[in-house]
Protein backbone atom coordinates (compact mmCIF):
# COMPACT_ATOMS: atom_id res chain seq x y z
CA UNK A 1 0.00 0.00 0.00
CA UNK A 2 1.70 3.13 -1.00
CA UNK A 3 0.60 6.75 -1.73
CA UNK A 4 1.95 9.75 -2.47
CA UNK A 5 1.31 13.50 -2.79
CA UNK A 6 3.47 16.69 -3.83
CA UNK A 7 3.04 20.16 -3.67
CA UNK A 8 4.88 22.46 -6.42
CA UNK A 9 6.13 26.02 -6.75
CA UNK A 10 6.02 26.03 -2.96
CA UNK A 11 7.96 29.27 -1.58
CA UNK A 12 11.22 28.62 0.09
CA UNK A 13 14.28 27.60 -1.03
CA UNK A 14 14.57 23.42 -1.80
CA UNK A 15 17.94 23.35 0.40
CA UNK A 16 15.89 24.51 3.07
CA UNK A 17 13.00 21.99 2.73
CA UNK A 18 15.60 18.88 2.32
CA UNK A 19 16.52 19.97 5.88
CA UNK A 20 12.89 19.24 7.29
CA UNK A 21 12.82 16.26 5.11
CA UNK A 22 15.81 14.65 6.43
CA UNK A 23 14.37 14.83 9.67
CA UNK A 24 11.02 12.63 9.25
CA UNK A 25 12.68 10.26 5.96
CA UNK A 26 12.10 6.69 7.21
CA UNK A 27 10.06 7.76 10.62
CA UNK A 28 6.37 6.66 11.23
CA UNK A 29 3.44 8.66 10.32
CA UNK A 30 2.40 9.89 13.64
CA UNK A 31 6.21 10.79 14.72
CA UNK A 32 7.05 12.43 11.69
CA UNK A 33 3.67 14.66 12.37
CA UNK A 34 4.93 15.38 15.57
CA UNK A 35 8.23 16.11 14.30
CA UNK A 36 6.84 18.55 11.85
CA UNK A 37 4.36 19.78 14.44
CA UNK A 38 6.82 21.27 16.98
CA UNK A 39 9.56 22.33 14.31
CA UNK A 40 10.35 26.01 13.90
CA UNK A 41 11.47 25.93 10.27
CA UNK A 42 8.50 27.40 7.58
CA UNK A 43 9.10 24.61 5.12
CA UNK A 44 7.60 22.38 7.76
CA UNK A 45 5.10 23.61 7.97
CA UNK A 46 4.08 23.59 4.05
CA UNK A 47 5.46 19.49 4.57
CA UNK A 48 2.88 18.96 7.40
CA UNK A 49 -0.43 19.81 5.11
CA UNK A 50 1.53 17.73 2.55
CA UNK A 51 2.03 14.61 4.65
CA UNK A 52 -2.09 14.81 5.64
CA UNK A 53 -2.34 14.87 2.24
CA UNK A 54 -0.75 11.90 1.46
CA UNK A 55 -2.19 10.50 4.97
CA UNK A 56 -5.77 10.99 3.34
CA UNK A 57 -4.76 9.56 -0.07
CA UNK A 58 -4.05 6.63 1.53
CA UNK A 59 -6.95 6.31 3.17
CA UNK A 60 -8.89 7.36 0.34
CA UNK A 61 -7.56 4.04 -1.65
CA UNK A 62 -7.71 1.55 1.31
CA UNK A 63 -10.15 2.89 4.26
CA UNK A 64 -9.09 0.93 7.20
CA UNK A 65 -5.67 1.61 7.28
CA UNK A 66 -3.68 1.45 10.40
CA UNK A 67 -1.35 4.84 10.55
CA UNK A 68 1.18 3.36 12.54
CA UNK A 69 2.35 0.92 10.41
CA UNK A 70 2.71 3.28 8.11
CA UNK A 71 6.32 5.80 6.99
CA UNK A 72 7.86 7.88 5.24
CA UNK A 73 9.49 6.14 2.54
CA UNK A 74 9.95 8.80 -0.15
CA UNK A 75 10.61 12.88 0.67
CA UNK A 76 12.32 15.02 -2.32
CA UNK A 77 12.29 18.38 -2.43
CA UNK A 78 13.86 20.00 -5.75
CA UNK A 79 14.37 23.58 -7.17
CA UNK A 80 11.85 25.35 -8.40
CA UNK A 81 11.51 28.19 -11.16
CA UNK A 82 13.00 31.41 -9.54
CA UNK A 83 10.81 35.02 -9.46
CA UNK A 84 12.91 37.39 -10.42
CA UNK A 85 12.19 40.59 -8.89
CA UNK A 86 14.11 44.55 -9.02
CA UNK A 87 14.81 46.64 -6.17
CA UNK A 88 16.35 50.31 -7.12
CA UNK A 89 19.65 51.07 -5.86
CA UNK A 90 22.21 53.93 -5.49
CA UNK A 91 23.45 55.71 -8.67
CA UNK A 92 20.23 54.31 -10.56
CA UNK A 93 21.11 51.03 -10.47
CA UNK A 94 18.84 48.07 -10.36
CA UNK A 95 19.49 45.24 -8.03
CA UNK A 96 17.79 41.73 -8.92
CA UNK A 97 16.09 39.96 -5.84
CA UNK A 98 15.43 35.68 -6.61
CA UNK A 99 12.60 34.47 -4.34
CA UNK A 100 12.95 30.40 -4.80
CA UNK A 101 10.44 27.66 -5.32
CA UNK A 102 10.78 24.25 -4.82
CA UNK A 103 8.61 21.07 -5.63
CA UNK A 104 8.26 18.82 -2.74
CA UNK A 105 7.27 15.33 -3.43
CA UNK A 106 6.36 13.10 -0.09
CA UNK A 107 5.30 9.38 -0.23
CA UNK A 108 4.41 7.18 2.65
CA UNK A 109 4.23 3.02 2.11
CA UNK A 110 3.81 -0.02 3.85
CA UNK A 111 7.06 -1.45 5.17
CA UNK A 112 6.73 -5.37 4.85
CA UNK A 113 9.49 -7.25 7.64
Known sequence: MEATA???FARGSARKARLVLDQIRYK????AQGILRFSRRRAAGHIGK???SAVANALVKEPRLDLN?????EAMAD???QMK?????AHG?????????????????????
Do not use: N, W
Not at 28 to 31: A, C, G, K, L, M
Not at 85 to 89: A, D, K, L, Q, V
Not at 100 to 110: A, D, F, M, R, V
Open 6 to 8: KLR
Open 28 to 31: SVPE
Open 50 to 52: LLD
Open 69 to 73: QMFVT
Open 79 to 81: SGP
Open 85 to 89: RYRPR
Open 93 to 113: RAYMIRKQTCHISLGISKIEE
